[in-house]
């Protein structure tokens, strides 16, 4: 049953978190799948400095807040830790990029920069299944915790695709272009039609955030920048609309083949 979350109208599953230290601690020994931890900013004592040691080893996002975070998220004693549970199992972006290649598959990768709201990553996730995307690539910082709720906003979809969370973006785009895997970035403002990419070759679909749009040393790195064309002025699609319609695009250019 959910409980009621202090200061909020809102509910959060049991299921979706861990509360105190030994429950952390062990749920990390168990290899349990954890989105992120988040910490008193002032905690201290072996059980923490373990804690730190341990997400950096599984490389799991650390954050840390103030007690009134914490206790916005439970009413039992969370003893200045609590973790959000994740609902996937993530994959090593080199690992998934080899099975593709022993499938004798051409790549299509899609990669999330400064993708924050669940619903639009679980539309996201429902287009990229639909499309044949062979992994969606995340930051471990800056994302929304792909739990339960995540989940159920894909309609399952998150469950059945791949996910590959990475320390740097930056870092990713150069393992995918060593391996033969050209960047296309989605900009409003870029001169090339989306239309004209060439998407038949191995690639990854870069969408940014609503708000900022592709951070600059990721399109600085791109091999293509697009834009969607549209017969009105209005601002701009959103983010999970625009990704459905870059990743329909490449279906329709390689059912061709």
Known sequence: MPFYKKSTNQYQSKK?????????????KNNDNIDKILLFKNASGDAIN????????????VQYVPNEKLNQLTNINHQGVIAYKSAVVYQDLQQ????????????LF???????????IGAIARSALCTGVHAIIIPDKGVGALHEDAVKSSAGALEKIQICRVNSL??????LHLNGIKIF?????AEKKLFELDMTEPCCIVMGSEENGIQSYI???????????MKTDFDSLNVSVAAGISLYEAVRQRSFL
Request: hydrophobic content about 40%; aromatic content about 2%; glycine content about 4%.
């Open 185 to 189: 970035t989605s900009e409003m403002n």
């Open 110 to 120: 899609l990669m999330l920069d400064g993708v924050t709201d669940v619903r639009n």
């Open 50 to 61: 373990e804690i730190r040691n341990q997400a950096k080893q599984l490389n799991i996002p």
């Open 170 to 175: 930056l870092k990713s785009v150069d393992d």
């Open 219 to 229: 399109s600085k790195a791109a091999d293509e920048k697009f834009s969607i064309p």
């Open 96 to 107: 998934v990029i080899d099975w593709i290649n022993d499938k004798g598959e051409t790549a």
């Open 16 to 28: 979706n978190i861990i509360v105190g230290r030994n429950p952390l601690l062990e749920a990390l």
